[in-house]
């Protein structure tokens, strides 16, 4: 990949492009030597029985649309999430350009999922949330999806978040959003 560009080489796999992406990434050695970051490879916890009724799971996924599961990175110290995608081409709006709305879904679940890391039963439902368009994401493409707690208090989270390409070189969005815990979400399914 150039600096300015986030399209994929063609000649592995998007598993293979996506795992040397993240092993690549400057800060990558440090999340996963520390004690206080969780390394997963999925963003949202979805129990089995909800698969099938859940955007990111089914209609997003697979094929050449996302087609292989993110790396997630969680700082629960600090409110954090950094989210690295696979994007594939079947994913666009406009020819060869990834679709508005589906970046959507991928700013709300990083940002909610941040959010959870610091409301009361660490879940929540998004209140607000405006996204700036900065540039065109060319798909195929692997970006990365920032998103950090700016405040909380009680059942509210304020969260900001960009997405850019993994060199950092290109911002494409940023995004700002309210959580909210909603009443009787001690009784509701753990996402986090």
């Known amino acids: 990949m150039t600096e300015t560009s986030t399209r994929t080489h063609e000649t592995s796999t998007p598993e293979d492009q996506l795992a040397k992406v993240v092993a690549d990434y400057q800060t990558t050695k440090e999340w996963r030597a520390s004690s206080s970051i969780q390394e997963r490879r999925f963003v949202l916890r979805t129990p089995s029985a909800d698969i099938e009724d859940n955007l990111t799971a089914t209609a997003l996924a697979g094929g050449n649309k996302i087609s292989v599961p993110p790396f997630v990175f969680i700082d629960n110290t600090r409110g954090a999430v950094y989210s690295f995608f696979y994007l594939g081409s079947g994913l666009a709006g406009h020819s060869g350009m990834l679709h508005g709305g589906v970046l959507g879904v991928l700013l709300d ?29 060319h798909i195929p493409a692997i970006v990365m999806v920032k998103a950090t707690v700016e405040r909380a208090e009680g059942r509210k989270a304020w969260v900001v978040a960009g997405v850019e390409s993994p060199t950092e070189t290109t911002i494409f969005a940023e995004a700002k959003a309210l959580f909210i815990e909603p009443r009787g979400a001690d009784s509701m399914n753990q996402l986090i």
Do not use: C
């Open 109 to 137: 679940e990083s940002m909610g999922l941040a959010s959870f890391t610091v409301l009361p039963h660490h879940i929540g439902v998004t209140a607000s949330f405006e996204i700036a368009y900065k540039a065109p994401i």
